[in-house]
T-cell receptor, first 114, second 114 residues
Framework: KNQVEQSPQSLIILEGKNCTLQ??????????LRWYKQDTGRGPVSLTI?????NTKSNGRYTATLDADTKQSSLHITASQLSDSASYIC?????????????FGKGTKLSVKP | SQTIHQWPATLVQPVGSPLSLECTVE??????LYWYRQAAGRGLQLLFY??????ISSEVPQNLSASRPQDRQFILSSKKLLLSDSGFYLC?????????????FGPGTRLTVL
């Protein structure tokens, strides 16, 4: 079964600290993996996308890694800010198929405290 | 630039009442359009997608329906709402570019069925 599992479910960190969010998937065949940031009550916004041949991609203080062999990805946030408080969703696209071949994780809720 | 609108932002409806949520996209032509539902504590669930006017694909059987009367308009409807229809409804659009098409989400509609 195609699944995307994220951990932890929630995380509280102090402003200025770093953190790492995890995503494990069993989607096959794999096409790409994307991380979204979703502020409370808003729609998700894409942070990074990685294909099979990419193992790291950065977007400002956000750095995503991908290990296609172990089917794991991580999102590292450096020097966290209060505005980083949000849910972070890992999404894996399955190769081929219809438009509905995106598998969403349940997200990690990050709270950054002053 | 492209923008996506959803309305209403929030809605409280009694069980058994009808529903109509509207989504419009500006600044692009022939977009792929999507309706998602996000229930509390769960990941995004794709409900419908459309690759063109009048073309609707349903991913999950339910009492909801979708229509695309115009190129950049996507409507989610129900004749009789259930309690289980409560959730956060997100509309999204994309333009396919190879296998890395990005989905851009609207601001969402929070639906509470009482």
């Amino acid at each position: 079964k195609n699944q995307v599992e994220q951990s932890p479910q929630s995380l509280i960190i102090l402003e200025g600290k770093n953190c790492t969010l995890q995503c494990n998937y069993t989607v096959s065949p794999f096409s790409n993996l994307r991380w979204y940031k979703q502020d409370t009550g808003r729609g998700p916004v894409s942070l990074t996308i990685m294909t099979f041949s990419e193992n790291t991609k950065s977007n400002g203080r956000y750095t995503a890694t991908l290990d296609a062999d172990t089917k794991q990805s991580s999102l590292h946030i450096t020097a966290s800010q209060l505005s980083d408080s949000a849910s972070y969703i890992c999404v894996v696209r399955q190769q081929g198929g219809s438009q509905g071949n995106l598998i969403f994780g349940k997200g990690t809720k990050l709270s950054v405290k002053p | 630039s492209q923008t996506i609108h959803q309305w209403p932002a929030t809605l409280v409806q009694p069980v058994g009442s009808p529903l109509s949520l509207e989504c419009t996209v500006e600044g692009t032509s022939n977009p792929n359009l999507y309706w998602y539902r996000q229930a509390a504590g769960r990941g995004l669930q794709l409900l419908f997608y459309s690759v063109g006017i009048g073309q609707i694909s349903s991913e999950v059987p339910q009492n909801l329906s979708a229509s695309r009367p115009q190129d950049r308009q996507f409507i989610l409807s129900s004749k009789k709402l259930l309690l289980s229809d409560s959730g956060f409804y997100l509309c999204a659009w994309s333009v396919r570019r190879g296998s890395t098409d990005t989905q851009y989400f609207g601001p969402g509609t929070r639906l509470t069925v009482l």
